[in-house]
Structures are given as structure tokens and as C-alpha cells.
């Protein structure tokens, strides 16, 4: 049986948009694979990126570890959090034309266990400051995932940005 | 027509319905240029989960991590272990009730002139102390091409409902 990754569903934003959902998933894949790339509008150098399931703002936790280029940090959100840290894109300060990519991996997705995820993020540009994640996601729920909503902490993704959902057999 | 793409392709996968101690994947073929192994362990206790190649306990393994603890003092590290008997595929990380994530990358297994090397993705998004993110390049020190890759935990067994994954990449064509 040969592997495949499937493409769900992509997006590309064509003006800015606060909030990038995909819903309706099809329940039958193994995982899901979530790429990618993105810029938001924030007068900063990069803007964090969120991520929920089934609408949900509760029960989520993520623990990550990160490098800005000078210093590495680890921190977390234990249990009780509204949304899963996906890592940080670029934003309107960072060198122009470049966007953060993101890969986001959910295994058993329509499991009947607690959903886990696992991010390799980067979102690098020409300055002094720009950050590499990883990212351990969970979501205490044992619901099936049907859909994925991404937003930027602040702001909106901008024009060119891609979010693209692939479906693992 | 253009090249085909390398793609991946399923060699075996294990969703457990009893407790077990070894994931045994064995007479893999030697016909892809890669592996990728999937792994979404449960256990009872907190357990690092370990691999080893061709049945092979001598102490030829060894590893470096980066990792991250999301709390706790040191909220992060990097270390080394060497002549183990296993690979670890995760360090100070653990498995419980809520499957956590083990992404696989066995790159050149089959080849018979070099050490195998490994590169290990753990994801645990557990509280600390029992959860961490983290990157580990692991080193089998044996030119033997690979056809048994054994999962374990340094304690314990797997629970049921723990899901292994064995992929082969398969060359361009």
C-alpha cells in the first residue's frame, strides 16, 4: 500500500484575513499534515500563530522550545489553555516578501484518545531577531477532529499566505 | 512524462489491543532508501521509548538531544549519551495515557558501508516533568543493513491503543 499525502483542502489569502478554518474533515485518513506559510499585518517582527479544533477554546496544552537567533527558551501552557501554540510567522516589520512556514502534524486524529500535535516552525528574516520552534500541542479532548482554525496572535494573515491541509494513508 | 516523485510507502503498522513490551518490525525489505517510523505510544508511567536495530543489545548506540521541558529548572537542554544499548527516541520524556508523538527519520538503512543514523522528533505536551518537546540524532554503530527495528520502553510495557507506523521512502523514479 503506497503512501500517500492527500490534499484536503488549501488556501491561499487573497486580502487580509483574521481567522483560516477548515472544516468539514474527512475522517478517513490516518493523520493529517497541516503546512504553512504565512505573514501577518502586525506592527512587529513576527506575530504568533494559534491553533484550535472542532471551535473549541478550552482544554488545550502546549510546551515548546525556541531560538531567536541569540537565545533559546523553553516555556509552556499547562492544561486549561484556549489554544495550541503553532510557533511564529512573520509579521510587518520582518524583511519584506518573507513568510514564516509552519508543519504541524496531528496522528489519530479521529482517535477516541487526547489529540496531539507536533510543529516545526520557522519564520526567519534579515534582522537581528527572528525565531525556530518546536512545539508540542495536546488537546484534552477525545472528539474526533473535524475541523482546524488558525489565527495570528494579533492582526490578520496577509495576501499570499498559504494554509495547506493533507490527509495521511 | 516527468519522474516520479518518491513517495511512501506502508510496510507494516501496529495498533495494540494487549499490553506489549516490544514492537518488533522484522525481514523489512531492503528495497526503499529510507524508513520512517511512527510511533503514538501509551504507557502507565512516565518511560522513555528506546529502539533497537537488528537485535543488536551491544552498547554500539548513542545519541545527542536538544530539549525542552516548558518548565521546571532547566526549562531546556542539550546532552549526549554514548555506548548505550539502545537508541533513545526521546530523553526525559514520557508516555501516559494521552498518546504522545515519535517521528522517525532512518535514513540509508540498508546500505552495508556506513553506521546508520537516525533523526528523532518527540513531541509531549504533558505538564512538566513529564512532558518536553525535542530533536535527537541518534547513531547505530554497525554497517549492517537494517531489517529488525525493535520499540521498547526503558520500563514497562505499551499500553493498548499505542499506534506504530512503519514507513519506506521510496526512490525517485
Known amino acids: ?169 | 512524462m516527468a519522474a516520479k516523485t518518491g513517495t511512501y510507502t506502508l510496510i507494516s503498522s501496529s495498533t495494540l489491543t494487549t499490553t506489549t513490551a516490544t514492537v518488533t518490525f522484522s525481514s523489512i525489505p531492503s528495497t526503499y532508501t529510507d524508513l520512517v517510523l511512527v510511533a503514538n505510544p501509551l504507557s502507565t508511567n512516565n518511560r522513555d521509548v528506546i529502539l533497537r536495530f537488528n537485535s543488536d543489545t551491544g552498547t554500539n548506540y548513542s545519541i545527542t538531544f536538544l530539549s525542552g521541558y516548558g518548565g521546571g529548572t532547566p526549562a531546556f537542554s542539550s546532552g549526549r549519551t554514548t555506548s548505550q544499548g539502545f537508541m533513545y527516541a526521546d530523553y526525559y520524556a514520557a508516555s501516559n495515557t494521552t498518546q504522545n508523538i515519535r517521528q522517525i527519520n532512518i535514513m540509508d538503512y540498508a546500505n552495508t558501508t556506513t553506521y546508520k543514523t537516525a533523526l528523532i522528533r518527540s513531541s509531549n505536551a504533558n505538564a512538566y516533568p513529564s512532558g518536553g518537546v525535542e530533536t535527537l540524532v541518534g547513531l547505530w554503530r554497525s554497517t549492517a543493513a537494517i531489517n529488525t527495528v525493535a520499540v521498547s520502553l526503558s520500563a514497562d510495557s505499551f499500553l493498548s491503543g499505542s499506534v506504530f507506523k512503519l514507513y519506506g521512502i521510496e526512490a525517485a523514479k
Open chain 1, 1 to 169: 500500500m503506497a503512501l500517500q499525502l492527500f490534499k484536503i483542502a488549501d488556501s491561499t489569502v487573497e486580502s487580509p484575513v483574521a481567522t483560516v478554518t477548515f472544516s468539514s474533515i474527512p475522517q478517513g485518513y490516518t493523520d493529517l499534515k497541516l503546512f504553512i506559510s504565512a505573514r501577518g499585518d502586525a506592527g512587529a517582527i513576527s506575530r504568533s500563530v494559534y491553533v484550535t479544533f472542532n471551535g473549541s477554546s478550552t482544554s488545550y496544552a502546549d510546551i515548546y522550545l525556541q531560538g531567536d537567533g541569540s537565545a533559546a527558551s523553553s516555556g509552556s501552557n499547562s492544561g486549561g489553555g484556549t489554544k495550541i501554540y503553532a510557533g511564529e510567522c512573520t509579521a510587518s516589520t520582518a524583511t519584506s516578501n518573507t513568510f514564516g512556514n509552519q508543519e504541524m502534524y496531528i496522528p489519530n486524529y479521529t482517535g477516541s484518545n487526547n489529540k496531539s500535535a507536533a510543529t516545526d516552525a520557522v519564520a526567519e528574516t534579515n534582522a537581528t531577531t527572528q525565531y525556530m520552534s518546536l512545539v508540542a500541542g495536546l488537546w484534552s479532548n477525545t472528539a474526533a477532529i473535524t475541523s482546524i482554525t488558525l489565527v495570528p496572535s494579533t492582526g490578520s494573515f496577509v495576501a499570499g499566505s498559504t494554509f495547506t491541509l493533507y490527509g495521511v494513508l
